[in-house]
């Protein structure tokens, strides 16, 4: 990409689009074109076209979704469903057909089988069954990775798909039942240590293992990859890097400093058993991340306090 290339990013509020929106900045793109929802409905055709009709952006990032954990997938299916279907089908086709070059869609490695043979080539998909408790998201999900994919065979269009690995990081959503399973548990340790609660209690047995990734790591894949990606189709982008909730919530609580006990309740449901992604594509291209589990939870951490103290001021 030329530094002076127009670069849409299409949610750019989010923790993924943040940190997309902050690396593309950093690395001199100077012309970064970002709207607001109130701005830009994504799920209003008509406002699409008419934004892509007059601003024409040579890129289009599509981090935009309605995005939530275990208890907002099971509760809100036809929200997530019928929401992300319309955003991604409104973005890709405008995209398309007002002339952009490339477009670079955020998938999620919950889209993967849910019994994918461990590390999950980008072959598994639509391999097995998927995990019950976000079947309505990982539905949406693949029909926009399949989109891409016939937009580029029936027209030539170079609409790719990025696959990450669980996302945590500044920006996340820390909502008590919307959000994913770090921030999630971040601010669980938080207020425990904060009301000096004897113990906190995390879902599930703690045995599931999860490949985490850093937002600023995504980030700086995916402007890497808008760089120097040709193939198109899919490409898984992971940390490498695996841990159980079990050792996620001990390491958790010595980040957050909570002095109390950690249960693990049982009866909560676990989700997939095991998710790591095979990077070896990504990895021969060059890229490596750049934080571990612990300097991206710490990096997380302090920028939580520092939104809890202005919130506070």
């Given at each position: 990409?030329?530094?002076?290339?127009r670069i849409y990013v299409a949610g750019h509020r989010g923790m993924v689009g943040s940190a997309i929106t902050r690396r593309l900045l950093e690395g001199g793109y100077a012309d970064v074109v970002t709207r607001?929802?109130?701005?830009?409905?994504?799920?209003?055709?008509?406002?699409?076209?008419?934004?892509?009709?007059?601003?024409?952006?040579?890129?289009?990032?599509?981090?935009?979704?309605?995005?939530?954990?275990?208890?907002?997938?099971?509760?809100?299916?036809?929200?997530?469903?019928?929401?992300?279907?319309?955003?991604?089908?409104?973005?890709?086709?405008?995209?398309?057909?007002?002339?952009?070059?490339?477009?670079?869609?955020?998938?999620?490695?919950?889209?993967?089988?849910?019994?994918?043979?461990?590390?999950?080539?980008?072959?598994?998909?639509?391999?097995?069954?998927?995990?019950?408790?976000?079947?309505?998201?990982?539905?949406a999900k693949i029909a926009g990775k399949v989109m891409c994919d016939a937009y580029a065979q029936q027209y030539g269009f170079e609409a790719f798909t990025v696959m990450p690995s669980n996302v945590y990081g500044?920006?996340?959503?820390?909502?008590?039942?919307?959000?994913?399973?770090?921030?999630?548990?971040?601010?669980?340790?938080?207020?425990?240590?904060?009301?000096?609660?004897?113990?906190?209690?995390?879902?599930?047995?703690?045995?599931p293992l999860r490949e985490l990734i850093d937002a600023d790591d995504l980030a700086d894949a995916c402007v890497f990859l808008l760089e120097n990606y040709t193939e198109g189709g899919m490409i898984n982008v992971?940390?490498?890097?695996?841990?159980?909730?079990?050792?996620?919530?001990?390491?958790?609580?010595?980040?957050?400093?909570?002095?109390?006990?950690?249960?693990?309740?049982?009866?909560?449901?676990?989700?997939?058993?095991?998710?790591?992604?095979?990077?070896?594509?990504?990895?021969?291209?060059?890229?490596?991340?750049?934080?571990?589990?612990?300097?991206?939870?710490?990096?997380?951490?302090?920028?939580?306090?520092?939104?809890?103290?202005?919130?506070?001021?």
């Open positions: 990409m030329k530094k002076d290339a607001t929802h109130s701005e830009l409905p994504l799920d209003d055709d008509g406002a699409v076209k008419a934004f892509f009709a007059e601003n024409r952006p040579d890129y289009v990032i599509l981090a935009a979704a309605k995005v939530g954990g275990i208890v907002a997938n099971s509760t809100q299916g036809g929200d997530f469903i019928r929401e992300n279907l319309r955003i991604q089908t409104n973005v890709i086709d405008a995209a398309y057909r007002y002339g952009a070059r490339r477009l670079l869609f955020l998938g999620s490695s919950c889209i993967y089988p849910k019994f994918a043979e461990q590390p999950i080539v980008e072959e598994s998909l639509l391999t097995g069954p998927l995990e019950e408790t976000n079947l309505p998201y990982a539905v500044v920006g996340d959503n820390f909502h008590p039942e919307h959000s994913h399973v770090v921030a999630g548990m971040l601010r669980r340790f938080h207020e425990a240590k904060l009301q000096g609660a004897e113990k906190v209690v995390v879902w599930g047995t703690g045995t992971g940390s490498g890097e695996e841990i159980s909730i079990r050792d996620l919530a001990l390491l958790m609580k010595s980040v957050v400093g909570y002095t109390g006990d950690v249960e693990f309740d049982a009866t909560r449901p676990d989700g997939t058993p095991r998710k790591i992604m095979d990077n070896s594509k990504l990895s021969a291209l060059g890229w490596r991340p750049k934080f571990s589990i612990e300097e991206g939870l710490a990096k997380m951490y302090a920028w939580f306090c520092e939104g809890a103290a202005l919130r506070e001021a």
